[in-house]
């Protein structure tokens, strides 16, 4: 069985500063792993996804994320947050099939100015 | 190119009342997956399907039903609808058997009174 946890349902910074969305998961395979993305009336984007090549994966509009196997966490990060991120973000395992995805329950980023 | 595309976009029923819901993938895309988006749940997945077949199917009851026609269109049927039923329904289309990038439609907003 596969599982995700998102360990902060509410993450709010400033723009212009740092963002860390911290995700921890659970697989009985090697996982795959993704960061999807919806803003408000919008449908789920793909911001980025492992695969068991590099461990660094980098994605759009500037986001990365990075898989540690020993700490099974697959946080994503941006240097420096934009208005425009504010929306929630959603980490999700696959097996290694890509059969059944496992979404987490969503962090919602906001923005201030 | 047009995206996932889902209809209507908004939906009011009755409790006992069935509703189908529609979604046309984007061309060339042959997986279409269903998922249930709740605020206390989050994302469930529902079933998907590939070439007319359905391959998974998640933990919804039998009322939850799909199907996939030789144009890649698919259809989900709630009967017997239940207050619990009201949820954001997405559906997302992939270009082949693998899902490692799904495309989301905007989604149906259900609404059981």
């Known amino acids: 069985a596969q599982s995700v946890t998102q360990l902060d349902s509410h993450v709010s910074v400033s723009e212009g500063t740092p963002v860390l969305l911290r995700c921890n998961y659970s697989?009985?395979?090697?996982?795959?792993l993704f960061w999807y993305v919806q803003h408000p009336n919008k449908g789920l984007q793909l911001l980025l996804k492992?695969?068991?090549?590099?461990?660094l994966v980098k994605g759009i509009n500037g986001f990365e994320a990075e898989f540690k196997k020993s700490e099974t966490s697959f946080h994503l990060t941006k240097p420096s947050a934009h208005m425009s991120d504010a929306a929630e973000y959603f980490c999700?395992?696959?097996?290694?099939?890509?059969?059944?995805?496992?979404f987490g329950k969503g962090t919602m980023l906001l923005v201030s100015p | 190119k047009a995206g996932v595309t889902q209809t209507p976009r908004y939906l009011i029923k009755t409790r006992g009342q069935q509703v189908t819901l529609s979604c046309s993938p984007i061309?060339?895309?042959?997986?279409v997956s269903w998922y249930q988006q709740t605020p206390g749940q989050g994302l469930q997945f529902l079933f998907e399907?590939?070439?007319?077949?359905?391959?998974n199917k998640g933990n919804f009851p039998g009322r939850f039903s799909g199907r996939q026609f030789s144009n890649s269109r698919s259809e989900m049927n709630v009967s017997t609808l239940e207050l619990g039923d009201s949820a954001l329904y997405l559906c997302?289309?992939?270009?082949?058997?693998?899902?490692?990038?799904?495309?989301f439609g905007s989604g149906t907003q259900l609404s059981v009174l």
């Open positions: 997302a289309s992939s270009r082949d058997s693998t899902n490692e990038k799904l495309f």
């Open positions: 697989s009985s395979y090697s996982p795959s």
């Open positions: 492992y695969t068991s090549a590099a461990t």
């Open positions: 999700v395992v696959s097996d290694s099939g890509y059969s059944t995805l496992t």
């Open positions: 061309s060339g895309h042959r997986s």
């Open positions: 399907y590939f070439s007319e077949t359905q391959r």
